[in-house]
């Protein structure tokens, strides 16, 4: 049997979840290793969304929404590229974030990734309860980094936190919202329909 489409995204999920995991691993603590292996993962989804976007192009899917799931993976992927460049530089120029920077960046990390998670099992399940989690959640991250980036400014002003750091922190929030943006569109892409009636049965007679 032939693999369905969902099987052939599954090693792109799995690797950009990896990917994000060794990213995030590397924040706390830095590793070239890890931050290269992170790079390879990298070249692996390029060619996998390239391969795999022409094969659905040419071949259609079970259904309409799996036909770009592989670009917004690819485009997650290119945000963790620029992370993985915020970590360089904070390692090559000896950039210090304050102790609450660092907590956040560390909380949108693991938010980020879990929201990646559940997009990939929504490819599985395509269940709408996860799908409204997603839609919820990610809503919640960019409320809660919006709160983080004032609360950076506000540590700016006081002259807690270094300036040099500053463009550094803002552009993992921004990138780290970026993932969660795609892991959002991949669930509106893939949440089944609600069927005609199911509304009003939901709300009784």
């Known amino acids: 049997m032939a693999p369905s489409t969902v099987d052939l995204l599954l090693p ?7 990917m994000l995991s060794l990213t995030r691993a590397s924040f706390r603590h830095f590793d070239p290793g890890q931050t290269d292996m992170a790079m390879v993962l990298a070249r692996s989804i390029h060619k996998q969304e390239r391969d795999l976007t022409e094969q659905l192009l ?6 309409d929404g799996l036909r770009f ?8 992927s290119d945000a963790v590229q620029g992370l993985l460049r915020c970590l360089r530089t904070r390692e090559t120029e000896g950039l210090v974030f304050t102790e609450g920077g660092a907590r956040e960046i560390e909380q949108l990390f693991d938010r980020a990734i879990e929201l990646l998670e559940c997009a990939r099992d ?3 399940t395509r269940n709408r309860v996860l799908a409204h989690h997603v839609e919820i959640e990610s809503m919640r991250f960019h409320d809660l980094a919006s709160g983080f980036a004032r609360a950076h400014e506000a540590r ?14 803002l552009a993992m929030a921004d990138y780290l919202r ?4 795609h892991a959002r569109r991949i669930s509106a892409r893939l949440a089944p329909q609600a069927s005609p009636g199911f ?4 709300a009784g007679p």
């Open 178 to 181: 970026e993932i969660t943006r």
């Open 12 to 18: 792109m999920f799995r690797d950009a979840v990896e």
């Open 122 to 124: 929504l490819a599985l």
């Open 199 to 202: 509304a009003a049965r939901r």
């Open 156 to 169: 700016l002003v006081e002259g807690v936190c270094m300036p040099e750091a500053s463009s550094v922190y």
């Open 58 to 63: 040419a071949d259609p899917p079970e259904f």
């Open 69 to 76: 799931v592989p670009s917004h993976l690819e485009r997650i």
